[in-house]
């Protein structure tokens, strides 16, 4: 199983960017399909962006579109989160999550079929 560690995170203005990373650990990681997600104070986690173990499939939150970009790096078992034109909506803990999968283009939206969770990294978009 994989252990995730996120990074990037902090206080950016509004219109501004920022680029969040999730590294692996272990040598499987090409065996996952991962995802970020992010919660809001008082809300709940909600889906942002998901990418399948080859990272040929992406899919996107319909609030991100356009704005955020998930890509990976299997050589370095890193997961990325490109954020532009960033949003004080998207203010937020961002979250990464692996889902060990036999499918290689698989992609998941629902927090609930991870198995493995980052620790967050708190991003603060100002107006």
């Known amino acids: 199983q994989v252990q995730l560690v996120e990074s990037g995170g902090g206080l950016v203005q509004a219109g501004g960017s920022l680029s969040l990373s999730c590294a692996a650990s272990g040598r499987t990681f090409s065996s996952y399909a991962m995802g970020w997600f992010r919660q809001a104070p008082g809300k709940e986690r909600e889906f942002v962006a998901a990418?399948?173990?080859?990272?040929?499939?992406?899919n996107y939150a319909d609030s991100v579109k356009g704005r955020f970009t998930i890509s990976r790096d299997n050589a370095k078992s890193t997961v990325y989160l490109q954020m532009n034109t960033l949003k004080p909506e998207d203010t937020a803990v961002y979250y990464c999550?692996?889902?060990?999968?036999?499918?290689?283009?698989?992609?998941?939206?629902?927090?609930?079929?991870?198995?493995?969770w980052g620790q967050g990294t708190q991003v603060t978009v100002s107006s």
């Open positions: 999550a692996a889902r060990r999968t036999a499918f290689s283009g698989r992609v998941d939206r629902s927090p609930n079929v991870y198995d493995t």
């Open positions: 990418i399948s173990r080859s990272g040929d499939s992406t």
